[in-house]
C-alpha cells in the first residue's frame, strides 16, 4: 500500500500522553491524518510514499501553536523597538484607530503575508489572531496551507468605529470564512479585553456567541490592574464575575494573559474550563509595572487549566521564534519566583498539545498520534548546536530556532520542504513588504530605516487617535476608582 508520506529514521518527539521519545522512529502520513507511529525497521526507507523522507539527523515533532498573537502591523517589526512604553503605547493605539476606519489596509495584507511566511519558515502550523480586519489574514494563511483561527476585534473604548458596524463585520466574517480551507481556517469572536469594554458590548457579545456555539470568544483578560477596576465600573463584581454574569465564562473562552489573578480567579477559570494563553515576551519587554505579578501558569495547569504559548505582538519586540517564547517563558518565572517552574517536557507540551487543547482542537492536532490531523514539523539537528544530543525536550526549549526547521507538514501537505516554502513566494512577500513601508512612511510620517524607527511627533500622534473611546474609557476608570477609594 502507498502512503502520502512516510519519514523514516528520525528522532521522533510525540508528546502524545506518555510522552515518547523514539530514536529511530518511522511516521507515516496518508489523507491528511497520521496513520502509523513506531520504532524503525529494517526497510522503512523503502516504504511506498509518494514522499520520502530520510529522518536521519532529523527531529520529528508537532507542529507549533502560537495561541494569542496580532498580525496586520507585523511589516513595523523594528519601529516600535527604542521607543520608551507612553511613546510606543501612542504610537500604536493611533495606528490601530485608522485601521479602524479602514486606512493601511495595504500595510495589513502585507503584514498578513510577511507573518505567514515567517511562522512557516518556523515551524508555527496554527495560530489564533485577533486582527481590526482579518479577512485577508484568513484568506493568506489558508493559501500558505497554514491552520488559522482569526476574528475581528470590537471595543466601544478603544476606538470610535460604531458598534453596529463591528459587530456587522464580525457576522459578516464569520458567515464568509468560518470553516474554509478544509476546515483549517476557523472564525473566532474578539471582545478586545476587559478594560476597554463596556457591558453593553460584553452583553452584545454574548448574543453573539449564542448564535454561533461552535465558536471561540478570544479576550485579553486580567491583563492589568485597570482590568477589574472597568468591569466594577461595569456593574460586575470583577472580570470573571461580569463575564460569567453575561454568559461567556466557558469552555469556549480563551483568555490572553490572565496576569492579575488570585487563587480564586485561577479556580472560576478552571472551573468554567476556559484556557489560557501565556504570552512572556512582550511583557518582558514592554511591562508596565514591575511589582505586578508574573501570570501564574504552574497553578493554573496543576488546575487542570489548558495553557498555550502565545508569541503577541511579535513586531513590539522582534521575534516571531515560538521555540524563543518557550525559552522565555522558563526565564522569566523563574527570575520572578525562583528556579524550576517548568520541566523542558512541559514547555514542549504548551509549545505544542496544551496550545492545542487551549483552542479547542487538542483531539484534531498537537501530538503525532495515529488519527490525528498531521501537522508535523521536522528540525535539523544534525548540527553542533545540538551535540550532544541529550535531553531532547530541553534542545527545542532552550536552543532551537526557527532557522533549525527543515520541512513543515500541514494537514498531511508539504507547505515547506528542505528549508523551500512550497505554498509561497518568499521573494515576492518581501518586495511586497518593502513597498508596503515606503508607503506607509511616506502617508504618515514615520521614520523608518535602518537605523531604527521614529514615529511623527507627540502634536500630530495626538491628532490621529480615538477620541470619543479612549475619552469613555479614562472617565470610567477614575470614577471607579474614586468610588473604590471611598467605598459607595
Known sequence: MTVDIAISNALVLTVDERNCLYERGTVLIDDGRITEVRASEDGDGEIEATHTIDGDGRLVM??????????ELTPLIGAFSDLDLLEMMGSMT??????????????????YELAALNFLLGGVTTINSMDVRPTAGAETFGEAGLRGFFGPTVTDLFWDVPVDEQFDRAREFIETHHDTYDGRIRATICP????????????????????????????HLLELEASNTMARANGGPDSLGL??????????????????????????????DASV????????????????????VPELRDAGVDVGLGIDDHYWHDSYSMFG?????????????????????????MLTIEGARALGVGDEIGSIEPGKRADVVLLDVDKPKFTPLTNVPAHVVN????GD???????????????????????????DVEAAVDRFADETGWELHIGGGNPPGSTETIRELPKRGPARLLSRLALQSVRDKFSF
Open 62 to 71: 508537532p507542529g507549533l501553536v502560537n495561541a494569542h498573537t496580532h498580525l
Open 94 to 111: 493611533a495606528i490601530f484607530g485608522r485601521l479602524g476606519e479602514g486606512d493601511f489596509d495595504y500595510l495589513a495584507e502585507a503584514g
Open 325 to 349: 517564547e518557550a525559552r522565555q517563558a522558563r526565564l522569566a518565572a523563574n527570575v520572578k519566583r525562583t528556579t524550576g517552574q517548568y520541566s523542558s517536557m512541559e514547555l514542549v507540551r
Open 399 to 402: 536552543n532551537a530556532a526557527p
Open 277 to 296: 494563553a501565556h504570552c512572556p515576551s512582550v511583557f518582558c519587554y514592554w511591562n508596565p509595572d514591575a511589582e505586578m505579578q508574573w501570570t501564574p
Open 243 to 272: 463575564l460569567n454574569d453575561v454568559g461567556v465564562l466557558d469552555e469556549r473562552l480563551v483568555a490572553a494573559h490572565f496576569r492579575v489573578t488570585d487563587e480564586a480567579d485561577i479556580e472560576r477559570i478552571s472551573e468554567a
Open 405 to 431: 526547521v527543515e520541512t513543515v507538514i500541514v494537514d498531511g501537505e508539504l507547505v515547506m520542504r528542505d528549508g523551500t516554502p512550497m505554498t509561497m513566494d518568499a521573494e515576492a512577500v518581501q518586495k
Open 192 to 219: 478586545h479585553d476587559d478594560w476597554s469594554c463596556t457591558r453593553e458590548l460584553w452583553e452584545r457579545t454574548a448574543n453573539l456567541a449564542a448564535e454561533y456555539p461552535d465558536l471561540l470568544v478570544h479576550t
